[in-house]
């Protein structure tokens, strides 16, 4: 049954590899594949969908591959594709909310929590940053911390560090940049 594989393909990004997954026609996946979260975020997406990864391109992660690169020649600034997110309400909220944080612009943790009107959800907040399956295109790269530090990335803080210049986000937006 073709409903019951996620299609998947490592697509070699100028900051690292991402593994691009697709589950009828949206993209579910397109996260670091080195991570240290990576066996949880596959199990994760896996028994929600109750599907197994199955590496075979679609064309919905062709169009995703086509996107992500014309955003690394500066070329794509805001992502067009059907994104579905595999996680709790809290965090499918906090992944809608990271959507809205535009290129070339950084939110914090906190401003982060008050925007989903919960300023004591930092670290809730900071957790479900972290299992974002939809690196890049769900900007969990925009999120610093208060002080303008670059904090935790699944992809490494080098990769963050190239995102956030490849936007236009330079020193002086940043304090430890």
């Given amino acids: 049954m073709a409903d019951s594989l996620i299609h998947t393909q490592t697509y070699k990004s100028p900051v690292g590899e991402l593994l691009v997954g697709s589950f009828n026609n949206q993209l579910v996946l397109c996260d670091w594949k080195y991570r240290k979260m990576r066996d949880t975020i596959d199990a994760r997406i896996q028994t929600s969908l109750q599907a197994s990864y199955h590496a075979e391109s679609s064309l919905l992660i062709e169009t995703t591959i086509h996107q992500l690169e014309e955003y690394f020649k500066k070329k794509r600034s805001e992502f067009d594709l059907p994104v579905h997110f595999v996680g709790t ?49 769900v900007p969990c790269h925009r999120i610093i911390g208060s002080k303008g530090e670059l904090t935790g990335y699944a992809g490494g803080l080098t990769s963050k560090k190239k995102l956030l210049e490849l936007e236009g986000v330079g020193s002086q937006q940043l304090g430890l940049f």
Avoid: D
């Fill in 89 to 137: 309400a809290f965090q499918k909220s906090v992944w809608r909310e990271l959507q809205k944080v535009a290129f070339g612009t950084t939110e914090s943790y906190l401003g982060l929590s008050k925007k989903l009107n919960n300023a004591k959800a930092i670290r809730a907040v900071a957790s479900a940053n972290g299992a974002n399956a939809i690196s890049i295109i």
